[in-house]
């Protein structure tokens, strides 16, 4: 097999890395090498930020009108069905995310996410004119939103496409210009994508640097020449970010971790629930930000529920992320499975119970992959550090309450604030209940309610700043006030040149 060489993508070229160095991509699922991705320096990092930079002043980009980038917005689309197969293929291969995933929740959700931002743009009012008003004197004012200018965008490993094609599309339509840094664990979608689309755009609006985020994050987010940056990933290198970020007072969009908590109230129905939580926590076999990682269960139902959630576990078929029939695929590396098990291990030893799973498993003909039992673990408190950390596996924490001040007090105790919900037969009771929770999102009797014209980010240290919708068009924007005067004789102008040129 030809090991696929992938390089940085700068100015509308491939470019080999200054340093002349690759390091190996491994397949999650069997450890196989499939690519040898370059390892970028602040160099190359410095010629993508000067390629973008020059498109920012092309014309053909800088003065393309919304509704034309609206149009050619909508050309990706056809772009993406067109590939779904090859892109959908490298991303199992990369991610380790199961093909049924991909296919029917990705790929629907990057085609829509293009489509809901190519609408908004050609209504969003880029220019507002704002009433006259008459004094100090008449003037005529015009806001209008404007690109920020070269965004870096550095996406995490474990929805690589989606969160790229997420943080690509509002920074297009907002008429920014992009350096992109994949995660060294899965660049290949990222890359694939940006030949594919790079023929519809002027050259150097969309760049790739490949490399490790302490190289080429570091040098992204200290560069003078970025204006924004967009980040999915820890809340740790969420932090760094940001002080690096202050140097230059870049804006920031953070996205970070969750430990989402899900309140099950005394009438909710228990077969929904169990499949509903497990699909809340056992999707991308857990390594998701938005993930329902804490299931609070009244205590009249806790033991019936406690049957239930193991015995949907049970059935969950683990294996081949190429299968179509596998729910469960690997975690992305084998050092990231054992730290998951770590924290099954901690929760244990601090008096946790095992209802199911907790181990490795092995899959016959991914040897090499590191996957990892549905686990629920139940007698959990906001002690633990399986319960107060996030995990990123797929371990369901399961926590007693009394009543709904218990409940509230649990689900709030926690540094993230990225998603909640309830599981309940009141709907009505609910919408009261969600106003309490402290999150960024918050579903009712569903789980993973993502939709591309809702705003998506975190409270406290889940993050800042909100993708998608609106408010993530607007992150990629600045705004300007223009203003212009009427009156031109200074002599006319008494209430305002008068208290600087006092009359002799
Ligand atoms: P990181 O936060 O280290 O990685 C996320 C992204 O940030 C990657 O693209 C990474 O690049 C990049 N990066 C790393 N260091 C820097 C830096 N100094 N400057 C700029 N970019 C940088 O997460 P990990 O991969 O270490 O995962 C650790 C934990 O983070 C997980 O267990 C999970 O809890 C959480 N996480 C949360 C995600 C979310 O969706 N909010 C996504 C991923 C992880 P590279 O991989 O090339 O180093």
Redesign the pocket.
Known sequence: MVIPKLDHFIDGALVAPGSGKYMAVENPATGEVIAQVACGTEQDVDLAVAAAQRALDNPVWRDMTPRDRSALLNRFIGVIQQNAHELAYLEVISSGGTISRIANIDLLLMVESIMSMADLIKTYPFTQSLPAKPLPELTDVKVVKEPIGVCAL?????LPMLLFINKLVPALAAGNTVVV?????TPQTTLRLAQLLAPLLPPGVLNVVN????VV??A??LHRGIGKIS????T???K??QTNAAASLKHVTL????KGAAIVTADADLNAVAQGALFGVLLNSGQ??ESGTRLLVHESIHEPLLAKLAEVAGRLQIGDPLDPRTSIGPMCHAA?GE?VLGYIRSALEQGARLVCGGERIIVPGCEGGFFIAPTILADCHNQMNAVRE?I?GPVLTVIKYRDEAEAIAIANDSDYGLSAGIWTGDVLAAQLLARRLQAGSVWINDWHMLRTDVPFGGYKQSGQGREMGIAGLESFLETKAISTAFQRDPAKKTMTYGVVHKSA
């Open positions: 550095i996406p995490a490993w474990n840094k994949p995660s060294e664990l490399g490790i985020g302490p994050g570091e992204l987010t980040f999915t990933g820890s740790l290198v969420g760094r970010i996205e970070l971790g969750g998701a930000c990231h730290k996030e990123f």
